[in-house]
């Protein structure tokens, strides 16, 4: 559920505010983020694990934005986290080292020195070679390391290939039947202590089914570690990924994952762990953009708006499907079927194809639903566009917690090498 919706005039609303109202005052594209849905979906997620103990380590990468991380840090949410950059913005919003939990298949010894100094939870090691250096790193800074061995279950998640992880040729993830001789590796070195085991199998799942049998194996190598020996293994680590609506789909709701982890877990003694990322932060951002032109060619309509690929690039990147709605609707209006596409000077810059939509004139504002996740964090400055704003809904106040990037910021990191100005250049035109 999000707070996203057409009043009886017509007008798209964020919680109390309209759209065209924040189109005036920041312009466009602007990702705009509802607070009462973040609210909302944080609590609904947390409460249906209420019957385990368990930890909710948000996963960071799916809207970094500080303005949510600093919202999440309120609640008293932990974060997962891929990067030395979201270790210091997860730091800086106020989320305890304690509650953080470290994925990635590349983590470099300057991350790893990073996570060791702030005292995170947890390292999901997801390799060999990476515990070895992670060993290295630790004994050097006379710190033990917590280490969670990320483990591939070799399960199909039944999702879009690209973000299917949990299959045996992906890279991540360390081949289940390899656990019991890494843990060995653990317990031989001091700087080591192996405190979990963890797995994620992918993103956008619409059923429950795959993540139960993932925990199921996870479980099962958990007792084979401890009858060997391994007793300090507090939590077990599920990963993200449970699904939302982007058109139709019907994801489960979190209590029946909730309900189905703590039958599971009856018993047991282990904390459990959740990575969720988008089930919390994809329905409650949109983006807001204007309509440039409206092209007609013999064949097709294209509704060219001011936002691109750049801003969002799941459906580029994914063929992803997102909703797409006018911020005026006018009763009983004309309908056109359109491609909707972006300026960024590339074929697959399109947000929809033969899409139905209202007969949209130049200066209609529309939104992009469902793109609080993956939107603003995988944003690039492609073709030199610079970032889109942001901004908070609360109620009926809104407020810009980034602000449009400028041209020069764009520029402001590179500089020409020294000799370009001392000598005459060698070839060219002349
Ligand atoms: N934990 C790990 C280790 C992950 O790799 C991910 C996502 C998550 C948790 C959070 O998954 P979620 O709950 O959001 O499904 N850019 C793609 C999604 C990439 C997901 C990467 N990993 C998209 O826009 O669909």
Not at 288 to 309: E, G, H, N, Q
Not at 389 to 416: C, H, N, P, W, Y
Request: glycine share 10%.
């Amino acid at each position: 559920m999000h707070h996203f919706s057409h009043d009886d005039s017509g007008a798209l609303l964020a919680e109390s505010v309209p759209l065209v109202k924040i189109g005036a005052e920041v312009g466009t594209p602007t990702y705009v983020y509802s607070e009462a849905t973040l609210s909302r979906h944080f609590s609904v997620f947390d409460g249906a694990f209420r019957e385990v103990p368990h930890l909710i380590c948000y996963s960071v990468k799916a809207n970094s934005s500080r303005a949510v991380l600093e919202l999440f840090a309120k609640f008293g949410t932990g974060a997962d986290i891929v990067s030395g950059g979201e270790l210091a913005r997860v730091l800086t919003a106020g989320i305890p080292a304690e509650r953080i939990v470290f994925s990635g298949v590349g983590k470099t010894r300057e991350e790893m020195e990073a996570a060791l100094v702030a005292g995170i939870l947890s390292f999901n090691v997801e390799s060999e070679g990476e515990l070895l250096v992670l060993g290295e790193v630790a004994s050097a800074l006379g710190k033990v390391a917590p280490v969670s061995l990320r483990v591939n279950p070799n399960i199909d998640a039944k999702t879009h290939p690209y973000i299917a992880t949990g299959l045996a040729d992906s890279k991540f993830g360390i081949p289940i039947e390899d656990a019991p001789r890494l843990a060995q590796e653990v317990s031989r070195q001091r700087s080591l202590s192996l405190v979990g085991i963890d797995c994620h199998i992918g993103s956008q799942l619409t059923s429950i089914e795959p993540l139960l049998e993932a925990l199921d194996s996870v479980l099962a190598l958990v007792d084979v570690l401890r009858a060997a020996g391994h007793q300090h293994i507090e939590h077990v680590d599920l990963g993200g990924g449970l699904g939302i609506n982007y058109k139709g789909e019907t994801p489960p709701h979190p209590n029946e994952l909730g309900d189905a982890v703590a039958a599971k877990m009856a018993g047991r003694s282990e904390r459990i762990i959740l990575e969720p990322g988008r089930v919390i932060v994809g329905n409650a951002g949109l983006l807001l953009s204007r309509v440039l032109y409206v092209k007609r060619t013999k064949d097709k309509t294209f509704v060219v708006l001011d936002a691109a690929m750049n801003d969002l690039l799941r459906p580029a990147l994914y063929g992803a499907h997102h909703e797409i709605w006018p911020v005026q609707k006018h009763a009983g209006g004309e309908s056109i079927i359109a491609d909707v596409v972006g300026p960024v000077c590339e074929t697959g810059d399109r947000f929809a194809e033969a899409r139905k939509l209202p007969a949209l004139q130049p200066g209609d504002l529309v939104a992009i639903m469902s793109a609080g996740a993956y939107g603003f964090s995988m944003a690039s400055s492609y073709n030199s566009r610079a970032l889109p704003a942001e901004v908070m809904v609360s109620g009926d106040r809104f407020s810009v917690v980034r602000r449009r990037q400028k041209i020069e910021d764009l520029m402001r990191d590179e500089t020409v090498p020294p000799w370009y100005g001392t000598e005459s250049p060698k070839g060219g035109q002349p």
